[in-house]
Structures are given as C-alpha cells and as structure tokens.
C-alpha cells in the first residue's frame, strides 16, 4: 500500500518547478531552433507519424521530433507542461481533453496565421468540428485531425436467429430487440450500457432532439428531453434488458453474445477483430437508433500549437500538411483512424469497406460535447445519478432533483 | 525526533569527558553542534519533502487554484473557506470519509492479528521449507499493484473469473465480487491484506527472533502450556512491534489507495472510494488543486490526531 502523493506535495513540486524555471532567466522557449519542431502525439508508438511527415521534411527542410505519449499519461504532461511553460510545440489533443487545455491557456490562438493555409479553412473539416464549436468566440485554438464516433454493433448470427432482421433503427425498435434477446435466458442480455460512458445519456439527450447546453453556454440538464433520455437509459435496467454487474466486459460480452447489441466506437471493431476473427461475417455496425433524431458523439483528436511555442508559424505550416487530404488518408492507412477533413472522408479507400462506410456516414449526424471544463465534473455527477437510481434503486426524482442542484452549484 | 536529540547528546557528553578541562571547553562548543549535525540532513528532508509541502496545501486550499492558474497565477484567487465549505457539504466527501473508515475496520484488525498468528507459526521452525514459506508469504509485497491488479481484476471479474468458475463447478451461482457495491469492499480490502500482510510478517519474524529463548524454557517448567506460551510470553514482548505495526498499518489505511484505484477505480457507484482516491479525483481528474488541496488537509489532520492519539495511549500504558 504506497501512500497517495500528498496532492499538496505534487502541487509545491510543480509550484517549485515553475519558480525555479522563470528564475533561470523566463520560460525557456519549447525549441529555439526554427527548422526542429518538437510534437506530441497520443499513443504508445511515434513511428508511424515518424513516416507520415517525412515527406513534409523533405519539401519544407523542418525537421520532427515526435513523441509519443501513452494515453494515460496525456493529463499529467498537459500539467506539467502548463506548470512549467516546457512543452512541444504542436500537440494532439484528445476532444476529451480539450476543454481543460483552452481553459489552462495551454494553446496558442491561430486565428492570424491560418488564413495563409488553405488546408485549414473551416469549410473543408465535418460540420461537427466547425470552428464555432470548437473555440471560445472569435478564437482559432486548435484544428481537427483525426475523427471518431459512436455506432451500433450487433450480432447479425443471433438476431437472425431471434426471428429479426437488420439492425433496430428506432428507440422502440431497440427496446423492442433487446427484450426479446434478453428472453434467451439467464445470463443472456439485449443490451449493454458501460456504466463508465458519461457520454451516453448526452447523446441520447441529442436522440431526444435536446442539447445540455442552453442558449446561454450554461449547462442544463432540467429538461424534457434529458428528461426523456434519462427514462430511455434506465428502463433497460427496470426491465432487465442489461447486465448490471459494473465488471462486465462489453468485448468478452459482445463476442460471446451475452450482449449481442451495443453502442460503441470503432476501437471495438478492432478488439473483436483481433480477439476473435473467427466471428467475421457475424457481426456488423449500423448508424445509430433514433428518436426525433440518430444524432451520436463526435470524438476523436485536434492539433493545436503550444502558447509558449516560439516557432508558430511552421507549427502551423506542419498542421496544414496534416489536414491534407492525401496526409489524412495515408494516415488513415498507417494508423486505421478516421480523417476529420470532408474531401478525405468520401474518398473509396473509406468508403469501400462496409463498417468504415457506416462510421463516415455516423460522422456526418455526430455532435460534439460541451467545449467547457465543467463538463467533466457534471458528466460524472450525471452517471453517478443515473446509476445510483439504476443500480441502488434510489429515488429517480429526488436524485435528479439533487444532479440538477449539482449542476447548478457546480456552475456558479 | 523527540527520542533521537537526547540520544545524540548523551552519545557527544560521553565522548567529551575524558577530554581536559581547557580543551573541553573548545570541544564542548564544538561538541554542542554535533548533535544538529547528525540531525540536520533528517531534518532538512522533513522541511522539504513534509513540512513545506504541507505548508503550501494549506495556502493552496484557501484559493481557488485550477489548471489555469499554475500557467498564470493571476487566475488565482483567495477564497477564504469556501473550499472547506464545500467539501463538508459534499455527500461524496462523506461517503469517502466513511468507506475509508470501513476499510479500516475490514483490514486492520484482519493485518494485525493475522500476520501475527503467520509470523508465530513460521517462527515454529526454521527449515528449508518454512523459509521458502516466509518468501512466499513477502511475495505480494514486492509485485507491482499493477500486475497485482491485473490478476485478481481477472480472478475476481464476474463475468469470466477464474473463482466464480471454480465455485460454478460446485453449483455455486456466480458472486458480484467486484460489481456489488457492499461485495467489492470486501475484495478490495481483501486483496489489500492480501498484499500488506508480506511486510508484517517480516516484521513480526524479526522481532520474535529478539525473544530469548530462556523465557520460553522458564515457562515451560512452571508449566506452560503453547498457548499460554504465546499469550504470556510472545504476546507482551512483542509489545512494541504489535505498536509500530498497528500505527503504521492504520496510517496506510487511512491513506488506502492503490487497491480501489487500479481493481474498480472507486466503484461501483463510488462504493470503494476511498479518502485518498476522492483527492485525486478532485485534484487530478477535475483540476480542482484548491479544492483537493482542502481534502488532503482534512484527512492530514486526521491521521494526525489518530497518530498523535495512539502514541499517547501507548505512553500512558508505559508509565
């Protein structure tokens, strides 16, 4: 049992780093040399973006230096990186995270330099990440690079099996699927709700043709359509459509179907696909139930260029050959992630493949969570609710009645 | 601290009085310093790496410090109390606050009495085999909580663990180990005593080899039975090892971390959020530094005055 690090003690190291830094004569520029620039990119492994700029070195004479970084490991180096003022000079930057990096002031604004590059006009990403969404107002801090979202996986074998054909494409359909699959028998399942996905009763909030935003920027949860959603997400528990045990895993479960109906991303996909091929032909994706609208998470990474970084003007030379479409699409077959620019995106190579073809098709009906960092706190308070009445049977008008509280007090 | 400074100075008055009167003087000034000498480097870590950081938690927790403001401290702002105000209304302070004090029920006494019963059985021989038998029981102690986490999250998982395989071999129907909100405090603080009892066990090894042997002959002849051996005999001479290992066990619980961090990340629906693991939410999940600062002063405080208690209680029994 190694003791927790006294938050006090992570905070005085990195007060003290930050002391001793601008005493060594002000915060050391992340790379002076204007032909070197220094990138972060998520994941374990820089090789393959080591291979995708080596042309852009080639025509431009900027060298790359990639770093990696685990993912787990983002939130630490985006601290001490705003900590320290020390940091790369482009950096990926999950959606996740990006309400935390503008609001710590860790991203240069590039709306002065852009213009120049025509990669980078806002018509040539998905509406999803149109620059208004994206940043604060008047602002241009971070550009879209690859795109994710959410899809429908079900197990074609089974519910040919259960007498249905093709996937659910209503909320009454779905419901009306996962009864009947979850009437298999015991241990048999319709449905699987990860108990972890804060992002889920958003996104059934967009279904219901709501938005937890309101007018005003503020988040509002005190709606008829979360309302709505709410009621939607826990009557697969009331019934019984789920398994509730909070271990339940969705791959283990999908393949051995348990749970032969889904909601997730295409990381899914390529678990399935590695853990078990031989279930090929068995499975497929499908564009998201709807209610008034199909309408799922945008996901995925943008480029932004570090506020201390003094070699702006070829971050942003590098940022325009990555929204390339040619760039998007070799990295799409290097790495297997999705473009976010729109003349990437309707290219054969993508749309050929059957799955691929339905998350292309998802990213055009897909929307973005709130841009601010009191979403983080007040999803987790939002799952928290939603499975205390789920899975504690607590009070579901009380419990909402305190999230809304919540969410204003968190607000204020 | 308090043990050491006299200790150091009868050591120097020692080595001082064979010297002359005259140089003595000279010596004994110098002889004066010795003792903060010896203690200085202790001393100057304490101020570092204890009291300083402390210190800066305590003004951190009057601001509202966040993410933006350690990139530019004019984003910080003094906010009095709020901070405290705020976690003693939260509910999810208080539900951590108290799964913390049911893991300290759970595990302690288990840790305690257990190693003790582990270490007196061990100590019985000292062959080969009871020697391959302490290293296994230290094993635990010296395997990263990550591989650690990852076995027991597949043994314990519901779904598709190797226990509940087991015990469906026997018609017994699968348990929620870690997805029940009562049933996963108990395997987490299993796997956590699980993991500590290694390093008891040394210790208690350790000091029963201090115990001489005589006494145990003595009490033999007056007829003693094993049991009356351990309770009369072992027991009170392992006074001050059972102390040490009571307050350092109940400070690491109280601190309890790594368990219900890496096997449920504090659930289900924060049902083994400890303490410990709700500061680090607030602090590094939500950038609230100001917040979390408040946090992990309150639970300071409070190992203080156990900590502080205990070493009372134990002087009192002294005496």
Known sequence: MTRLPKVGAAIAAALMMSATLTACGGNEPASTDSSMLKVWIMGDDGSKFEQLVEDFTKSSKIEVDVDAIPWDNVHEKLTTAVASGNGPDVMQIGLSHLPTAVDAGALADLTSVINAHPNLAADKFLDAVAPDKLNPAGKTLSVPWISDTRVLFYRTDILTEQGLSGPPATWEQLREYATKLAARGKGQYGYYIPQWDAPLPAQFTWQAGGDVVDASGKINLNTPEFKRAADFYLSFYSDKLVPTASDFDQTQGFISGAAPMLISGPYLATAIKEQAPELAGKWAVAPLPSDKTGTALYAGSNLGVFSKSTNIEASVKLLNYLADPATQLRWYTLNGELPAVKAALNDPTLTGEPTVKVYVQQLTNAKLLPVTAAWDPIGQKMLAALNEIALKGANPDATLAKLHQDVNDLQK | ?319
């Open chain 2, 1 to 319: 601290m308090i043990e050491t400074i006299p200790a150091a100075d009868a050591a120097t008055h020692r080595a001082a009085q064979p010297a002359s009167a005259a140089a003595a003087r000279g010596r004994s000034r110098r002889g004066a310093l010795t003792p903060y000498l010896f203690v200085g480097p202790a001393f100057a870590l304490l101020v570092v790496f204890g009291i300083v950081p402390i210190l800066v938690a305590a003004g951190v927790s009057v601001t509202d410090l966040d993410l933006r403001g350690l990139g530019d401290t004019d984003a910080v702002r003094f906010i009095g109390l709020d901070n405290y105000r705020r976690l003693f209304g939260d509910g999810e302070f208080w539900s951590a606050l108290g799964n913390t004090g049911i893991f300290i029920a759970l595990g302690v006494p288990v840790i305690i009495v257990g190693s003790l019963a582990v270490a007196i059985a061990l100590s019985q021989s000292s062959s080969r085999f009871f020697r391959l038998l302490t290293g296994f029981y230290f094993l635990p102690a010296i395997t990263a909580i990550v591989a650690i986490s990852l076995i027991w999250g597949y043994l314990l998982n519901g779904q598709f663990g190797l226990i509940n395989y087991v015990l469906g071999l026997i018609g017994v129907d699968p348990v929620p180990w870690l997805s029940d909100p009562m049933m996963a405090k108990f395997s987490v603080a299993l796997v956590a005593v699980w993991r500590a009892s290694g390093l008891n066990i040394v210790i208690f090894l350790a000091a029963l080899q201090s115990i001489p042997k005589e006494y145990y002959e003595a009490a033999s002849l007056d007829g003693a039975g094993e049991w009356r051996k351990i309770i009369s005999v072992t027991v009170p001479l392992l006074r001050f090892a059972i102390f040490f290992v009571t307050v350092t066990t109940l400070i690491g619980w109280m601190q309890f971390f790594d368990e219900p961090y890496v096997l449920t990340r504090g659930g289900p629906t924060g049902s083994t959020t400890s303490i410990s693991l709700y500061i680090y939410q607030q602090g590094f999940q939500f950038n609230e530094f100001g917040f979390a600062s408040a946090a992990s002063l309150v639970l300071f405080v409070i190992i203080f005055a156990v900590t502080a208690i205990q070493l009372r209680a134990r002087r009192l029994s002294h005496d």
